[in-house]
């Protein structure tokens, strides 16, 4: 059975959240509960968008292009335009996260050879290590 609404802390509890967290998705137009009083209530469509926010989120994806990729849903081209541009995010994100394991790998390799130095400086003072 499909529940009609969820409540801020159901959803808190769930995804491991904060309720500010889900307050600044809202403010920043993410997402958009009904609103009864003070009580803020959560569709289940707006249940499914928070797990998309926070995969994208777990992804290395900006705020800002997470609410880029959900308003090719909400607006023109709709679906194939949001592919699109998903594609494109993701390669660029590829290529951000390739470029990182270089940086490193180069790093990793530096620290090597710095303690590599120190092994051999440490043997050069007759300390063994």
Do not use: N, W
């Amino acid at each position: 059975m499909v529940r009609e609404y969820y409540t801020i802390t159901e959803l808190t509890r769930e995804f491991g959240i904060s309720t500010r967290t889900l307050r600044f998705y809202e403010d920043e137009g993410l997402i958009a509960p009904v609103r009864r009083g003070r009580t803020r209530l959560f569709r289940p469509s707006d249940r499914h968008l928070l797990k998309q926010i926070l995969r994208g989120k777990r992804l290395g994806f900006s705020i800002a292009e997470i609410h880029e990729i959900i308003q090719m849903y909400r607006e023109p081209p709709g679906e194939t335009g949001q592919l699109k541009l998903l594609m494109k995010r993701v390669e660029e994100k590829r290529d951000d996260l390739r470029q990182k394991r270089r940086d490193i790998d180069e790093t990793v390799g530096e620290l090597d050879q710095i303690e590599e130095a120190c092994i051999e400086r440490l043997a050069e003072l007759g300390v063994s290590t």
